[in-house]
């Protein structure tokens, strides 16, 4: 059993920052790569930021210079850090992870996590 636990969101000014955390925990033999998608009342979920078993990372053009993932292999973390937050950063922040435990590589997903970025 694989699960993913997002923690770190909540209500922010404008201008200000949130770092949000994933940890994976299970019968976890590998990690491939693990994202950060969020989806916004009546908007499609969108991908944010990723980052592969290499260390690469990609971010959504809205956020580039503004977050910045990282993780921690050991603990099976991945954390985003996200800076001078936008109301249109308000959204429902999900962890996702393509990972191989007892089977065949999938996508598993977190709850999700609110970040409510306002005045």
């Known amino acids: 059993q694989v699960q993913l636990v997002e923690s770190g969101g909540g209500l922010v000014q404008p201008g200000g920052s949130l770092r949000l955390s994933c940890a994976a925990s299970g019968s976890i033999f590998s990690i491939v790569k693990m994202g950060w998608y969020r989806q916004a009342p009546g908007k499609q979920r969108e991908l944010v930021a990723g980052?592969?078993?290499?260390?690469?990372?990609n971010y959504a053009d809205s956020v580039k210079g503004r977050f910045t993932m990282s993780r921690d292999n050991v603990e099976n973390t991945v954390y985003l850090t996200m800076n001078s937050l936008k109301p249109e950063d308000t959204a429902v922040y999900y962890c996702n992870a393509f990972l191989q435990a007892l089977g065949p590589v999938r996508s598993y997903w977190g709850q999700g996590t609110q970040v409510t970025v306002s005045s």
């Open positions: 980052i592969t078993s290499g260390g690469s990372t």
